[in-house]
């Protein structure tokens, strides 16, 4: 790995500002962070991961282990359930860093070229929405740390073809799905790029031992919370967020969008009607989710232009979101939030008292559009320059995320994006400098 004292004095700048705001902070739970302090406090008192804040919680398996899991070390070793909250919350700045530098690693690598690599870290650390998101106390730091490193050596064994970095790198993934389970399609698409890739070399079959290893040590990492899944609700899934998900938001959303006139009632007839079919001995959350999934799969597959119409009227909205409402939130400015919220282009009162939401907010607006034109820009000179392995690497994993994070456009679903933009606006703004300012 590549480390130098400019890359340091950056990293320190990037943790440093967001650790300052988390002392500033007035709360830092963000959108679902009260769920995942409700299930480590279910791990500490009752011995169950649940998501439910009953004094009989039943297990659940919403979300992934390893980031309440985290909480609930720290809740064994602090009393103080503030102190704990501030510590995941400076960690979290750690996590932070760490994918920073991961993405310095990989963009390194891409472009052999350190001011790149430079940039890249700059504008990741710069971006709007990334410090409101990296400070709260939810896993999005620490999936996006995993995930970069992961990557980092899956493409260092590309490049190297160090056997160590496969395994790693498979190691990670599993790691990462642990965190967030929108990372569980990389596992195929590794075994594909590598399946490839060794039979380019003519070396395939030579290498299908390192190829087992590295499948195994991923297996190895999640099989835990698989067999607990299995041995608690009878199925080996990994998570039922997939499934609720897709019912209760992409599913609705189409249903929204086709102008249906009480959409909760059709979504509770379609349940009510799948679930009657079940024995009620074989109903938990597992289940009911997977029932919801299906559900929403045919009903999604059957009105796919509909569905599709959903993705392309509501998912660009994702890429406005700043972030400046969960940064205010912090700050525990409700009246900031409120002059966001009622904001409205067509009639503004702008008076000195709400000044300073509404010039965040633009400057914030200005800072996304400057890094998108950045982007598109890198983009443009990666085909023109033929750099296709880079150009097809960053288009993949925007594409991937995209069709992954759907109609649901939540600003922190945008976070783990962030880099890969932020890998091609490097490319973008390192040709600009140099395009206008070598004669400096």
Excluded at 37 to 65: R, Y
Excluded at 194 to 204: A, G, S
Aim: glycine letters at 4%; hydrophobic letters at 50%; aromatic letters at 18%.
């Amino acid at each position: 790995m590549v480390f130098n004292k400019k890359l340091g004095i950056l990293l320190l700048g990037i943790i440093l500002i967001r650790v300052i705001i988390v002392f500033c902070a007035h709360n830092l739970e963000g959108d679902d962070g009260g769920r995942y302090l409700t299930e480590a406090i279910n791990l500490n008192q009752f011995g169950i991961f649940s998501t439910q804040n009953v004094l009989n919680p039943q297990p659940t398996a919403h979300d992934m282990p390893l980031f309440p899991g985290l909480i609930f070390v720290l809740l064994l070793l602090f009393k103080s359930q503030f102190i704990v909250l501030k510590i995941v919350s400076v960690l979290n700045c750690l996590f932070f860093g760490l994918s920073s530098f991961a993405l310095y690693q990989i963009s390194y690598l891409l472009s052999k070229k350190q001011k790149v690599a430079f940039l890249s870290v700059l504008i990741f650390g710069l971006f709007p929405d990334s410090f409101p998101y990296s400070v709260f106390y939810m896993p999005e730091s620490l999936f996006t740390a995993f995930l970069l490193f992961s990557i980092y050596y899956f493409v260092h064994w590309l490049f190297i073809f160090k056997n160590k970095s496969l395994i790693i790198s498979f190691t990670l993934l599993g790691f990462s799905i642990l965190v967030k389970p929108i990372s569980i399609t990389f596992f195929p698409i590794y075994i594909f790029i590598c399946i490839v890739f060794l039979l380019t070399q003519k070396i395939l079959f030579k290498k299908v031992p390192l190829l087992l290893i590295a499948v195994v040590s991923f297996f190895m990492v999640i099989f835990p919370w698989v067999y607990r899944n299995y041995k608690v609700f009878g199925t080996p899934e990994i998570s039922s967020i997939t499934g609720t998900n897709l019912f209760y938001c992409n599913y609705r959303y189409m249903l929204e969008d086709q102008n249906i006139v009480n959409v909760d009632s059709v979504l509770n007839e379609k349940k009510s009607f799948a679930f009657n079919k079940i024995d009620t001995n074989h109903m938990n959350y597992m289940t009911e989710s997977i029932i919801l999934r299906n559900i929403a799969q045919s009903e999604i597959k059957s009105n796919l232009h509909d569905y599709i119409h959903t993705i392309l009227t509501r998912h660009p909205r994702l890429y406005a979101g700043t972030g400046t409402i969960a940064l205010f939130s912090i700050f525990g400015d409700t009246t900031a939030i409120q002059y966001l919220k009622k904001f409205d282009v067509n009639n503004i009162s702008i008076k000195k008292s709400n000044l300073l939401p509404y010039f965040l907010q633009l400057v914030s607006w200005c800072l996304l559009a400057f890094f998108y034109i950045l982007f598109v820009y890198g983009l443009i000179i990666l085909f023109i320059e033929k750099k296709y392995y880079v150009f097809n690497f960053i288009l993949f994993a925007i594409f991937y995320l995209a069709i992954v994070i759907g109609p649901v456009v939540a600003t922190r679903y945008k976070f783990v994006m962030l880099p890969f933009f932020s890998l091609a606006a490097s490319f973008g703004l390192y040709h600009f400098r140099n395009l206008h300012f070598r004669h400096l």
